[in-house]
């Protein structure tokens, strides 16, 4: 049975086939973007239910994409789940700006698993 689509945005083909593989075999159905005007058309096309959003991207930070996304009233409802190589003590580095929620590279899969359930269930 397949849960929630979910859409997967970052630069790095093998961070999103590892991310999407998982996720798949979890039945979630799974989108991708490229980047951050991708992202944009995804959520348009697709409606995902939840965004697991890279931080690093050229041309448009995942933190400007994350601010556009829920300054849009079509999509501000839907969770931003930020993720990066980036260390930070507390844990919250993604949420001081706009996202719902922070997972540091690299990815464990389970505590994904359960921030995904986490944050679809706020929905």
């Not at 799974?30 to 980047?35: D, F, I, L, P, Y």
Request: hydrophobic fraction near 40%; charged fraction near 30%.
């Amino acid at each position: 049975m397949i849960k929630e689509k979910i859409l997967i945005v970052d630069d790095n083909e093998r961070d999103v086939k590892l991310l999407k593989d998982y996720l798949m075999i979890n039945d979630y159905f799974v989108v991708t973007a490229k980047n951050g005007a991708d992202a944009f058309n995804q959520i348009q096309a697709e409606k995902p239910d939840l965004v697991i959003l890279d931080i690093n991207m050229p041309d448009m930070s995942g933190w400007r994409t994350c601010d556009k996304i829920k300054k849009d009233p079509l999509n501000m409802h839907v969770p931003v789940l930020m993720c990066s190589s980036y260390i930070q003590d507390d844990g919250n580095f993604g949420i001081y700006k706009t996202g719902d929620g922070y997972i540091q590279k690299p990815v464990n899969l389970g505590n994904l698993l359960i921030k995904i359930q986490e944050l679809l269930s706020k929905k």
